[in-house]
């Protein structure tokens, strides 16, 4: 880091992502610092440095000894240790000791008390509700939202004509003719978890999913204008269902609110959607299968009279950016679901469907809203003709 760019980020002051500490004595209080850094997308720490973001400075000796505590820190109190990196950045008013520690891997991350700590703004917190705690297993890969069991919703609460359906077309045999009991069948197919239909099994094929899931639903409203705090609205639905059914209401939303453009067709023709429709087939499946299912929160489809706007709960997975996934990255944060869907809804789970839409209609804007815990899809719609 050059000292220039040392004393932008001072300038700046503290935030979720910047930590200013004027010395260090206690291994504990770093070691909860590392922590919640780990936990909350990675961070740094200027050691040297007072609150309001003026430079105290460190000797030679203290550098010394915090380079060991940091150490000792990390690799003791941490669990399981991490490996943040030191760097010695010279300001007019002496050395700042520059501690990087990075988004970890293997979440959660707990200090040597066995607490799970994040970032709260500047500030740090235990992580203390369930979904916060979710999201963290979440995050390693170690639990996924799609197999946890929806108690209340089991074998008897499943569509059979619609799965025996989808049963015979993707194995070319009823569900009378395989010898399976219909539970063991759904456990094999990753749907049931003990005596209840996982969410992924809740979402693809029950009867009424939101009886016990509520908030798996879409939200869908259209504005006259351009604001979100319009007390009118031209149409607004909550869109409930199994997953394919509120795939297709909402696509049906989408066209009903929306114009057709004549082009050069005839005035009798029915003419072309105003955004191609596989822009809304990309955009609407990647919210459905990608959200973030341990948030309680709908999927939110808003449309204006400029724009149309897509709201996910939670942010991208992992270390994925807007960046990766302009240009084809994936990861797959529901992988039940992210199966199934390739087989009921026009999804390929390649990491291809953001390029497509990208490719047919390039005013898309993706916002990720990490402290918001959201993820939002905006799409400009052209002016009408005159």
């Not at 040392?6 to 610092?33: C, K, M, P, W, Y």
């Not at 002496?94 to 988004?103: A, F, Q």
């Not at 005013?363 to 905006?378: A, M, S, T, W």
Request: net charge neutral.
């Amino acid at each position: 880091m050059e000292t220039s760019e040392l004393i932008e980020v001072l300038g700046r002051g503290e935030d979720s992502r910047h930590q200013f500490e004027a010395n260090i004595t206690n291994v504990a209080s770093l070691a909860e610092e590392i922590v919640a850094f780990s936990n909350s997308g990675g961070g740094r720490i200027f050691i040297g440095v007072n609150d309001d973001g003026s430079v105290k400075g460190l000797s030679k000796e203290d550098i010394s000894r915090l380079n060991n505590l940091i150490a000792n820190a990390a690799s003791q109190n941490v669990r399981p240790a991490v490996n943040p990196l030191t760097e010695n950045v010279s300001h007019p008013a002496g050395i700042v000791l520059v501690v990087t520690i990075p988004d970890g891997l293997t979440k959660p991350y707990m200090d040597s008390r066995g607490v799970i700590l994040v970032k709260s703004g500047a500030n740090k917190q235990p992580a203390s509700s369930r979904e916060e705690l979710q999201r963290l297993f979440q995050q390693s890969g170690l639990i996924h939202a799609d197999e946890t069991p929806v108690h209340g919703l089991g074998v008897g609460d499943i569509d059979l004509t619609y799965f025996g359906t989808f049963f015979q077309e993707q194995f070319g045999e009823t569900l009378t003719e395989q010898r399976l009991s219909l539970p063991q069948l759904l456990a094999n197919l990753n749907l049931l978890s003990g005596s209840s239909l996982n969410l992924a099994g809740a979402l693809l094929f029950a009867r009424t999913p939101q009886f016990r899931l509520p908030t798996c639903i879409v939200k869908a409203v259209a504005f006259p204008g351009t604001s979100v705090t319009d007390d009118r609205y031209l149409d607004s639905r909550d869109i409930a269902g199994k997953l394919a059914d509120v795939y297709r209401e909402a696509m049906a939303f989408i066209k009903i609110n929306t114009h057709a453009i004549q082009g050069d067709r005839s005035v009798n023709s029915v003419g072309m959607p105003e955004v191609p429709l596989i822009v809304w087939q990309e955009l609407i499946a990647n919210a459905l299968v990608h959200r973030d299912y341990f948030i309680s929160a709908p999927v939110r489809l808003l449309l204006f009279a400029d724009r149309v706007e897509i709201i996910s709960p939670g942010h991208l997975p992992n270390n994925l950016t807007v960046a990766n996934i302009k240009a084809g990255n994936s990861n797959i944060r529901n992988p039940i679901l992210a199966s199934f869907a390739a087989k009921l809804l026009p999804y390929r789970g390649l990491g291809s469907g953001i390029l497509r839409a990208l490719r047919a209609y390039p005013q898309i804007e993706f916002i990720e809203d990490r402290p918001g815990n959201l993820f939002k899809v905006i799409v400009a719609r052209p002016k009408p003709s005159s």
